[in-house]
């Protein structure tokens, strides 16, 4: 509650700063330029570290404790890249082999299409620190203690899926699709006890689908994208304006994606959290288990 209210200040002070020296427009119609979102991310990335940091302090931690902290960082991030943009691919790829989306050509080519690409990279990174962090950061390491790690990555999925709800040309499998990738990061977590291949694989998924192949991403469509598509045939197999999130194929990635981290993780490590998955932290250090510090 205390890491909810330094937020609801840090935002309030922020809009009322951002009015006063920038004066923001009005958020364009359409498709969305690089530079509004850049400016919009940058903030919420100013929103969620300043509570994190207020609370860690107050915890006498690290900032960084709450999941970026740890060994081979820029291994998991860059693996995290991989498989995000392997993962949109894929999906994208059968999407259109099936006959479900149809590619209408390059669009950006030269410097053009060096400068957004880079542009959006840097947007898409931030989109990945900042949702990682204010859902799967603090929350979920503080409320985990409390009533376990699961119980926890459950209520905060099913708000991850649901805070996706405002977005244009959303879909009810895009919110389902939304709330079942939050639940593989925070297997990622799990597993890790690290957001950094949660950062790279949402940052990787992001630039794929919104820049590189230039589909919707959960019906955000975006300005400046490599290449040019339209869905075809019904919407629960092309997703329609939600784009490939809104088909129901993410749910057979992402039960693939998830399968192959349990081949890879589950089977040579201890989750960092293994003391709480199901239970408080406290009633697991009382029956002998670990005490899940990462």
Not at 35 to 63: C, D, H, K, N, Y
């Amino acid at each position: 509650m205390l890491f909810a209210a330094v937020l609801l200040a840090v935002e309030f002070l922020l809009n009322l700063a951002v009015r006063l020296v920038v004066h923001p427009q009005a958020p364009p119609k359409g498709a969305m330029p690089p530079e509004f979102a850049l400016f919009q991310e940058g903030l919420s990335v100013v929103l969620v570290a300043l509570p994190t940091s207020v609370m860690a302090l107050i915890e006498g931690r690290a900032p960084g404790y709450y999941g970026y902290q740890g060994k081979a960082r820029a291994v998991r991030f860059f693996s995290g890249v991989v498989w995000g943009f392997a993962a949109i691919s894929a999906l994208v790829g059968t999407l259109w082999k099936l006959g479900w989306l149809r590619f209408d050509g390059q669009l950006l080519h030269g410097a053009a299409a060096w400068r957004y690409g880079a542009e959006w990279g840097v947007l898409f990174l931030m989109v990945g620190i900042f949702e990682e962090s204010v859902l799967r950061g603090y929350l979920q390491f503080t409320i985990g203690r409390g009533l376990g790690f699961w119980w926890s990555a459950l209520g905060l999925s099913f708000l991850f899926g649901f805070l996706h709800g405002h977005n244009p040309g959303e879909s009810p499998v895009g919110l389902f699709a939304a709330g079942a990738v939050g639940l593989m990061f925070c297997l990622s977590l799990w597993y890790t006890g690290s957001l950094w291949w949660a950062v790279g694989f949402h940052a990787a998924w992001d630039w794929g689908e919104s820049f590189f192949y230039g589909t919707s991403d959960s019906g955000v469509a975006v300005q400046g994208h490599l290449l040019s598509e339209h869905p075809m045939g019904g919407l629960l197999w092309s997703g329609g304006a939600t784009g490939p999130e809104g088909s129901v194929l993410v749910f057979v990635l992402l039960a693939a994606a998830m399968l192959a981290m349990y081949a890879w993780w589950g089977r040579r490590t201890v989750s960092p959290f293994a003391g709480y998955g199901w239970r408080p932290k406290g009633r697991a250090a009382l029956s002998g288990g670990s005490d899940g510090e990462a």
